[in-house]
């Protein structure tokens, strides 16, 4: 297939600065946690990261233990094949920190682990180097220190460019931040789950990092914020597929089936779709540069990117969404 990416594709798209450096990411990114296995239809892992450039989404995001550890091979496979004269206009992000071998020293923050986890993602994917490495949980048994100061030395390598943490608490982020900076690295973003269901860092202390942006994960809450789950579980939905699913099952939908229902309201009333309205909220939160998706097909893609363009949520819509979902959002950790 020869992809020619469209001409228009920085048309719509917003793109913020990331902390305090002077890299700037699309407010609305692609990741690559479902659907970018090496048992996936690969000519549909194509046309979603076709579209997503497309769309103005220059980020892509991945990790070592993503899709049992293969969403790099996919990836890095259509990255050198069909976009590589597009390398320049493109972020590729991995991560280290969950298991993905076997043994001691298969996940977690050592130097051991995670310059070899960094290697392993490297020859996986065939490239050069990543735009964006993270650290991609806090590990209370390692000091911080040797964890950021490991991937400060990737930095120096040439493997990465920027250094980024996931799921860490403020102080633990802020602590992360000083510690690159005094290497002189870039240590740019804090990778979190946030949406108007799940919100946690809210009382956590990730908003209140002035030097970090941060990137929301989960921002439809895998589905439920969407008109997905408004009459049942379908079947070849995640919560239907998997029936144990701490985020999804019958106790924590059908409760929030009646709030996803007004909130559709109000996104209709906006001329948009709950999806789109729900990563618009994210948008407008306190520090937030980018929101990452999931995707199974193009078209969701599409519709997603649409949010950016969209109307800012007005306040006292804003204020109604809080009052729909008192309750029934998790606040802390």
Known sequence: MNYIPSSSRYDNMQYNYAGKSGLKLPAVQLGMWYNFGTDADFENCKKMIFTAFDCGITMFDI?????????????????????????????????????????????????????????????????????????????????????????????????????????????????????????????IVNQVRYNIFDRRIESNGAQDTEDLSLVCYSPLEQGLLSNKYVNGIPEDSRAGREPTNPWLNKETIFPRVEAVKKMCEIANSRGQSLSQMAIRWLLQRKRVASVLIGASKPEQIKDCAKAVSSSEISESDMQKIDEITSGLYIEKM
């Not at 320049?88 to 020293?105: F, H, Q, R």
């Not at 400060?152 to 250094?163: F, N, R, S, T």
């Open 63 to 187: 990790a070592n233990n993503y899709c049992k550890s293969t969403a790099e091979i996919v990836a890095g496979e259509i990255f050198r094949k069909h976009l590589s004269s597009h390398r320049d206009e493109i972020l590729i992000t991995s991560k280290a920190g969950y298991k993905d071998i076997e043994g001691p020293y298969g996940e977690w923050g050592s130097k051991k682990s995670v310059i070899a986890s960094l290697d392993r993602s490297l020859r996986k994917t065939g490239l050069d180097y990543f735009d964006v490495f993270y650290s991609h949980r806090f590990d209370p048994n390692t000091p911080l220190e040797e964890t950021i100061n490991a991937l400060c030395d990737a930095v120096k390598q040439g493997k990465a460019l920027y250094l980024a943490v996931s799921n860490y608490d403020g102080k633990s982020a802020q602590k992360a931040f000083e510690i690159a900076k005094s290497r002189n690295v870039p240590l």
